[in-house]
């Protein structure tokens, strides 16, 4: 079953109550991804090879402390992931010898959602990942724009990007030229907007900060 095929089903597929919900109203997002996201990460766990490259740069979860200290600091231990709402966050696999059993995000799987709880970052018991008080104090990456691969220069309107971010306008916007526009100093990196994107490859991405 071709990949872009997956993607626009998980997209038409999804509940009307969760498509049509306010950008704003982030306890949407518990409960729409606490429905989805585990059976949808199952359905591609089970056609695709999900297994993290070792080369490969990954996104931590939120309130986490500086890559170098990150390794040496994390338990290990899995709370996280058994934890966290939107089944969001995976342990790298064994074969990864630097960083197996290290929590990692990959939006194209399952993204954050900027839980009210901050659920992941009160179960760390080592500090590797630090308590968080609000959504903006996350910095998991940046999103970057790619206007090239962007369906809206293909003339669609899609808006999936900025209508499901759970921090709403103040991180993304459809700019007056119709491109799609990051704040930097409000994005938190959660991933949402590069899980929606339509486009193959992906047209928004996340990038690890530092």
Same mark, same amino acid.
């Given at each position: 079953?071709?990949?872009?095929?997956?993607?626009?089903t998980m997209i038409e597929d999804l509940p009307e109550e969760i498509?049509?919900?306010?950008?704003?109203?982030?306890?949407?997002?518990?409960?729409?991804?606490?429905?989805?996201?585990?059976?949808?990460?199952?359905?591609?766990?089970?056609?695709?090879?999900?297994?993290?490259?070792?080369?490969?740069?990954?996104?931590?979860?939120?309130?986490?402390?500086?890559?170098?200290?990150?390794?040496?600091?994390?338990?290990?231990?899995?709370?996280?992931?058994?934890? %966290? #709402?939107?089944? !969001?966050?995976?342990?790298?696999?064994?074969?990864?010898?630097? *960083?197996? /059993?290290?929590?990692? &995000? =990959?939006?194209?799987?399952?993204?954050?959602?900027?839980?009210?709880?901050?659920?992941?970052?009160?179960? %760390? #018991?080592?500090? !590797?990942?630090?308590?968080?008080?609000?959504?903006?104090?996350? *910095?998991? /990456?940046?999103?970057? &724009? =790619?206007s090239g691969l962007c369906l809206r220069q293909q003339g669609e309107?899609?808006?999936?990007?900025?209508?499901?971010?759970?921090?709403?306008?103040?991180?993304?916007?459809?700019?007056?030229?119709?491109?799609?526009?990051?704040?930097?100093?409000?994005?938190?990196?959660?991933?949402?907007?590069?899980?929606?994107?339509?486009?193959?490859?992906?047209?928004?991405?996340i990038e690890p900060l530092g």
């Amino acid at each position: 079953m071709p990949f872009a095929f997956v993607r626009k089903t998980m997209i038409e597929d999804l509940p009307e109550e969760i498509n049509n919900a306010p950008q704003d109203r982030r306890a949407m997002f518990r409960l729409g991804f606490r429905r989805l996201m585990e059976p949808i990460a199952q359905y591609i766990e089970d056609r695709f090879d999900v297994s993290l490259p070792v080369d490969r740069e990954v996104l931590r979860p939120p309130g986490a402390i500086e890559e170098g200290a990150f390794r040496e600091t994390c338990y290990r231990c899995g709370n996280c992931v058994d934890v %966290c #709402p939107a089944k !969001a966050i995976r342990s790298a696999p064994a074969d990864d010898i630097e *960083r197996a /059993g290290m929590p990692y &995000v =990959d939006p194209d799987l399952a993204a954050c959602v900027v839980c009210d709880e901050f659920a992941c970052s009160k179960a %760390c #018991p080592s500090g !590797a990942l630090k308590p968080v008080d609000r959504a903006f104090d996350i *910095r998991m /990456g940046l999103a970057h &724009v =790619d206007s090239g691969l962007c369906l809206r220069q293909q003339g669609e309107d899609c808006r999936l990007c900025v209508a499901k971010c759970p921090l709403g306008h103040e991180a993304i916007r459809i700019g007056k030229g119709g491109q799609v526009e990051v704040t930097a100093a409000a994005c938190v990196g959660c991933g949402v907007c590069q899980f929606y994107c339509p486009s193959l490859p992906k047209a928004i991405r996340i990038e690890p900060l530092g």
